[in-house]
């Protein structure tokens, strides 16, 4: 039997980790937490171990996302069980066989998993998600110790957000170290207004303090999935593709012909983005008769 | 406060990942080194926390003699010492590493009132080390913080969460996890690599127990190498640019 975390049955995520075992040809349980407990990963954890006891499944899965992540780590530091992150695919045996993400999705890792049950958490986008099935709701378990239940949300801030937002927006214009200077950022601005979309960045401009890290693209950024995706002046860092490899298409802007960006765009662009992205926004104009 | 930040030696991988003939690393020949973003964070994160309240801070590493170069790079920016737990290179999975984390931990002088980690590494990316050491040690553990204020003996956490932040506050001594974007950075004065040269590193070389998460080999993934299709060079793309807007309906 394979027990699976549903973090949130209406996410795609976690849906997705329910294909993903029902894929394996083994009964599943998907179980979720009590919506109306507040998150604490730790006392999720306890309530999951709980469960692992009563059934002794093989397998225990979890949505690789933030928090299924963290709910399996504590799973398997609970259960002194190794855990495997992101995976794509699984043999099962013993030991277990994975093959998992490394680098944002830039490399693959065969990994060789030696322990029961074998926790893992599954990558996003491997499996399409389907119908999610029943999914139990089990309350927390009294089993959580004080300590597990001292990590707990205690406050939600909403955001406050003005404009399109990065995750959502079906345009993204973004820019690199070609753009030069926090200023120079205007063109890819007004680029980016016109088209409705929002605005981007590589990692090093946020190092450079040009933009702030709310608009980083990248590995250990915000991962967008744009209608398309206009990279301006990047390079193509496996940092920086690792954020935007969800982006339908690609339209790279670069003056180096051999920028590795280009082995990962639709289209390609070769000059100063100072001079086409203007270019760009002026044409625009001229087609909607401005 | 007293804290402990630890870090990784990863390589810095451009645009390209090519693969040693075993498959069993990264070729790093022609590149250079650094730690994973998180992590860096973590390391100014301890900077500002000492210098808003006193105390020192610490750097610890497991990894090959050469991770002393990022042992010194965060001395340099203003970590008061370092530890190193030397290993000859090969990998150590998640339980191995979070388990000589706890001894030196448990074997140092200082005791740590905040033990910081990044969220994940930047080439691994197991997403446990943390949770795994607090655990051993019996102190809570906050993932994925994007801003620690420190109130007496309580520590604030805001975690970046769709529709806003969620609040965390727990006691010290804890575990904490950061992500890039809790702050920028400082970058290392000509004087901070000086001063990183005199500052004191212990070292220790732990025993490597057997890998439960055993990688086997690396696998680059298969090759989404596209042959783009060249709009045109400079200003005159424009016009090709706009019909391939036209055509996906964003203009």
């Known amino acids: 039997m394979i027990l699976v975390f549903v973090e949130d049955p209406t996410d795609e995520l976690s849906q997705q980790a329910v294909a993903f075992a029902r894929g394996m040809e083994e009964e599943i349980e998907a179980v979720t937490i009590d919506e109306g407990a507040e998150y604490a990963p730790a006392t999720w954890a306890r309530t999951l171990v709980a469960r692992i006891e009563q059934r002794s499944p093989s397998a225990v899965m979890a949505p690789g996302t933030d928090r299924g992540n963290e709910v399996l780590a504590h799973v398997g530091a609970m259960l002194g069980q190794p855990m495997a992150a992101n995976c794509v695919s699984v043999t099962p045996g013993d030991p277990a066989s994975v093959l998992r993400v490394r680098w944002g999705g830039s490399l693959l890792e065969e990994a060789a998993v030696h322990g029961a049950p074998l926790l893992l958490s599954t990558a996003a986008h491997v499996v399409a998600a389907g119908p999610i099935g029943d999914v139990e709701t089990l309350p927390v378990t009294a089993d959580a110790s004080e300590l597990d239940q001292m990590v707990r949300v205690v406050e939600r801030v909403p955001a406050t957000t003005a404009g399109v937002s990065l995750t959502d927006a079906d345009v993204v214009v973004s820019g690199g170290r070609g753009v030069g200077s926090a200023e120079g950022f205007a063109v890819i601005e007004e680029l980016a207004e016109l088209l409705g979309g929002a605005v981007g960045c590589s990692r090093a401009v946020t190092s450079a303090g040009w933009r702030p890290h709310s608009d980083q693209v990248g590995q250990t950024g915000t991962k967008i999935s744009p209608e398309i995706y206009i990279a301006c002046g990047i390079s193509g860092a496996t940092q920086h593709m690792a954020g935007c490899k969800g982006a339908k298409r690609l339209l790279a802007i670069n003056p180096d012909g051999e920028a590795s960006i280009f082995a990962s765009a639709d289209y390609a662009v070769i000059g100063d983005l100072h001079e086409v992205v203007p270019a760009i926004s002026a044409e625009i104009r001229r087609a909607r008769g401005g | ?251």
């Open chain 2, 1 to 251: 406060m007293n804290i402990l930040v630890c870090v990784k030696r990863v390589p810095l991988t451009g645009g390209k990942i090519n693969l040693t003939p075993d498959e069993q690393a990264i070729q790093t020949r022609h590149l250079g080194f650094t730690i994973s973003p998180h992590e860096e964070c973590g390391a100014e994160e301890a900077i500002r926390l000492v210098e808003q309240h006193g105390g020192s801070s610490t750097v610890l590493t497991l990894g090959p003699p050469e991770a002393e170069e990022q042992l010194r790079d965060m001395m340099a920016i203003g970590i008061d010492r370092g530890i190193h737990l030397l290993t000859d290179g090969t990998e150590w999975d998640p339980q191995a590493t979070a388990a000589a984390i706890v001894e030196a931990i448990r074997g140092d002088e200082q005791a740590y009132d905040l033990i910081l980690f990044g969220n994940e590494s930047a080439d691994a990316g197991n997403y446990q080390v943390a949770i795994r050491v607090a655990h051993a040690l019996g102190l809570p553990c906050v993932n994925g913080i994007k801003a620690i204020s420190v109130d007496g003996d309580r520590v604030r956490c805001e975690q970046e969460v769709a529709g806003g932040r969620d609040v965390y506050v727990v006691a010290v001594p804890a575990v904490v996890t950061v992500k890039e974007g809790i702050n920028l950075p400082r970058y290392p004065s000509v004087p901070g690599r000086l001063r990183a040269k005199r500052k004191p590193v212990a070292v220790s070389t732990p025993a490597r127990p057997e890998s439960r998460l055993e990688m086997v080999r690396l696998v680059l993934p298969e090759g989404s190498s596209k042959q783009a299709e060249v709009l045109g060079r400079g200003a005159e793309a424009a016009p090709s640019v706009v019909q391939v807007l036209q055509e996906i309906g964003v203009v």
